[in-house]
């Protein structure tokens, strides 16, 4: 049930039709995994924790480094040489003290991503990296969770939900790492990471409620420099290692 102070602190998203009351409490009742939280999975986490959802792991390892202030909006400039996660514990429960976050200090591998994925509801990929990108649409079909998958690149970015076992899965269209992918080879600006973490929640939160049209089988496709907007339909790949 929802306390008179969370009431009155979403009030504005109850009153949209369809979302209520009963949405509320699904939100409240919820577990996501972020990972990574950086550009991408920062405005992610922190949207989610604004819409109300009860408990966010976060994954992410490392300090903070100068290049990342630019985008990484949990972090701070006085942060720099500082482990990246519980500084973002820190802001999303200063932000939201409701919320219980659980930070891992690594990001998602092989060793422990069963694990990360096991104790949540949905997983947000938002990782830079395809090897575990990869690695979490495996994880997530092989324990049957639904996973929002968000990427991007310089201007460009991408948006698509998967839920096993009817829905193209990430593997259908990147069946491995692409050889000219490179972890340090792309440029970002903190905006466009921004607005697609704002999207990649609004999918979580639509996810959780039951409230709206997924992106389940479609892939939305802007370009922020010129500000064009498409949605393409995407089919399982016949073969498909993972899902086929």
């Known amino acids: 049930m929802l306390s008179e102070s ?24 919820a577990s996501v995994l972020v990972t990574r939280v950086g550009g991408l999975g920062g405005p992610t986490a922190l949207w989610l924790a604004a819409a109300g959802v009860g408990k966010i792991v976060i994954a992410h390892d490392g300090a903070v480094t100068p290049s990342n202030l630019n985008r990484m909006i949990l972090v701070r400039g006085d942060g720099v040489g500082k482990p990246r996660a519980p500084q973002m514990k820190e802001t999303l429960n200063r932000f939201n003290p409701d919320l219980e976050v659980v930070a891992v200090n690594d990001n998602a591998t092989q060793e422990n991503v069963a694990e990360l994925v096991g104790q949540v509801d949905v997983v947000c990929d938002t990782t830079p990296h395809f090897g575990e990108r990869l690695l979490l649409n495996k994880e ?22 998967i839920i096993p076992p009817n829905s193209p899965c990430l593997a259908c269209r990147v069946p491995v790492v692409p050889e000219w992918w490179h972890p340090l080879g792309f440029g970002v600006l903190g905006a466009v990471a921004g607005s697609l973490g704002a999207l990649a929640a609004a999918e979580v939160v639509k996810l959780i409620t039951g409230y709206g049209e997924l992106l389940v089988g479609r892939l939305l496709s802007y370009d922020a420099e010129d500000m064009t907007f498409s949605v393409y339909d995407i089919h399982k790949r016949p073969g498909c290692e993972v899902c086929g």
């Open 6 to 29: 969370e009431l009155e602190k979403y009030k504005r998203q109850i009153q949209i039709p369809g979302l209520g009351e009963e949405g509320q409490e699904k939100l409240k009742a």
């Open 140 to 161: 997530c079909w092989r324990q049957g969770k639904p996973m929002v998958d968000a990427g991007m690149n310089g201007m460009e970015a991408q948006l698509t939900t």
